[in-house]
Each structure stands twice: as C-alpha cells, then as structure tokens.
C-alpha cells in the first residue's frame, strides 16, 4: 500500500484514532509523530512499568505500540477498541498471544530488520510495517482475526 493511499485512507475517518506507546528504547519518538500527525493518528506515547500503568494508557486505545512491557491476558481483556498490537522487535514472547486470538487482536512483529538497524534502533524499519496497519485498522479494514484464526498476520482487503 502506498503511502499516499495510507494518508487518504486515514484522513477519510473523522473519529479520532489513538496509537499508545507503552515502552520504548529510543532517544524519542520523532519519527513516528512525524509519520502519523498528518494522517491524524493521536500518539500516546509512555514508559509503563507495570500492568496497571499499561491498563490505564491502552483505555480507548485502537493500536498499541510496545517493546518490552508484558501485555498479559489481564491487559488484553481491557483493551476494548484495539485492533492490533505491534512489537518494536523480533519476537512477541512478551505478548499473551492466546489472549490477544481470543480477543480477535492481530499481534505483529518486526520479523527480521538490516544489520545497521540493530545498531541504531528498528523504529524506521518497522514504521514500513505497522505504519499501513495502522491506516488499515483507522479505515475498518483490519479486521478482528477470529479465534481460530493465529495471529501475526495483518490481513489485506
């Protein structure tokens, strides 16, 4: 999807479309209010250091953005309009995958990133995938993935 079917996309939606950011490694988040202000995504971003403090920020949440902070069954029963989580990294070890199928959320990942990233962070590399997913969950096209359904694929329309 390009970028540009991303901005339409997004600014077709009047309601208001929240991004939380319950952890992260890098010396800011420039980068990704820069990619999502003008689509008008509200970014929420924070440094939570416990369940409680992630239940409270993801309250009205449609994505979360997260590294290391543990999304925990508890935390995914409460999220109540997201869509999708996205890890900033490799894995989702710390996301309660069965609680995320049951709750019909799609988990994504930065599968693999180039050697430089490792370095000097993922934020650029992932923005390639979280950034449509984000624009696809804002249009209504990202659906809740049934439980039947594994997650860690976003699906397309």
Do not use: H
Request: charged share 25%; with cysteine; glycine share 6%.
């Amino acid at each position: 999807m390009s970028p540009l079917r991303i901005r339409f996309l997004i600014r077709q939606c009047a309601m208001s479309f929240v991004v939380v950011v319950t952890d992260y490694v890098f010396p800011s988040l420039e980068l990704e209010q820069r990619v999502l202000a003008p689509l008008g995504v509200e970014l929420r971003p924070r440094q939570c250091k416990s369940e409680e403090e992630i239940i409270e920020l993801t309250q009205g949440a449609d994505a979360v953005l997260n590294c290391y902070a543990k999304m925990t069954a508890r935390v995914i029963e409460k999220l109540g309009r997201c869509k999708i989580i996205a890890r900033y990294g490799i894995g989702v070890d710390n996301v309660d995958l069965g609680a995320a199928t049951r709750a019909g959320i799609v988990v994504t990942n930065v599968p693999d990133y180039p050697p430089s990233q490792k370095a000097t962070g993922v934020s650029p590399w992932m923005n390639a995938r979280w950034v449509p997913s984000v624009a696809l969950a804002k249009e209504g096209t990202l659906r809740r993935v049934p439980p039947d359904d594994a997650c860690g694929e976003v699906p397309r329309p």
